[in-house]
């Protein structure tokens, strides 16, 4: 996997960077931030209550949202390979944080090897964690066998599906790329079908649109919908602010 370092993101914030000696390329978070912006943003409580989240950074994405911080080149312009072997070693034996995140960029564009990882971490970590992951549904057509070995993995997960317009014309406004709807939605199948544990989240979607979607869904797929929250657009020099933090 391509993993580079840094970012602050929407609903995390720095509390350290991890200095190790191996790989100074991770960062805890702390989901504090998670809280700010007049409440909006609650994180479940399996990956609250003021647990840590030790932060992969993934180089990728698809898409091309105004207010990425996130470069083609990566945050920093550095990326490196890393085995997940090694991040499930230094995960366990350098990180204190109980929720073990794979962050974007688009972390679903590896997703065959997210079973690897798991059972690495799995195999590795002596402590409670659980493993955290997005979902953007439209990163390619997901596979199922991948889902599946997530599905049967012995470790707590729990994922993001990003939302991120309920109409094409909002999508393309927030993402500056063209909708492919007929993927996001069989992909959001994969992972109901899978039983694969997720809650959503809605960036940068006036609530009008935001109940647009839930009706969608409550329609066509589930009268049970998933725990929601909206992530607003807010001014963040997430660049500037991970510079002073690392300051
Ligand atoms: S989905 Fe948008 S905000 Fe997230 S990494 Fe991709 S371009 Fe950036």
């Not at 409440?39 to 932060?55: A, E, V, Y």
């Not at 794979?102 to 090897?113: N, Q, R, V």
């Not at 999508?171 to 959001?188: C, E, G, I, K, P």
Request: with cysteine; hydrophobic share 40%; glycine share 6%.
């Amino acid at each position: 996997m391509h993993v580079q370092t840094i970012g602050a993101s929407v609903g995390l914030e720095y509390v350290q960077w991890l200095h190790s000696p191996v790989m100074p390329l991770f960062r805890h978070c702390d989901t504090a931030r998670a809280h700010v912006n007049d409440g909006l943003i609650k994180l479940p409580g399996i990956l609250s209550d003021n647990k840590l989240q030790f932060i992969v950074q993934l180089q990728g994405c698809p898409l091309d949202c105004h207010y990425c911080y996130v470069t083609r080149a990566g945050v920093h312009g550095e990326a490196v390979r890393a085995s997940s072997d090694a991040l499930a070693r230094i995960f366990s034996d350098y990180s204190r944080a109980n929720v073990f995140h794979l962050m974007g960029g688009a972390p679903a564009l590896y997703l065959e090897h997210w079973p690897e990882l798991v059972e690495a971490l799995r195999k590795r970590v002596q402590r409670s964690f659980v493993f955290h992951s997005d979902f953007l549904l439209t990163e390619g057509d997901y596979d199922e066998s991948a889902l599946e070995q997530l599905r049967q993995a012995d470790v707590t997960q729990m994922y993001a599906v990003n939302i991120k317009g309920a109409t094409r014309d909002e999508y393309s406004r927030n993402t500056r790329t063209v909708l492919n709807s007929d993927m996001l939605w069989s992909n959001l199948w994969r992972l109901i079908e899978q039983r694969i544990p997720f809650y959503l989240t809605f960036t940068g979607m006036p609530m009008a649109s935001i109940n647009k979607f839930l009706r969608w869904y409550r329609e066509h797929i589930s009268t049970h919908v998933p725990y929601w929250f909206p992530i607003p657009i807010v001014p963040y020099l997430a660049i500037e602010h991970a510079q002073r933090k690392e300051g």
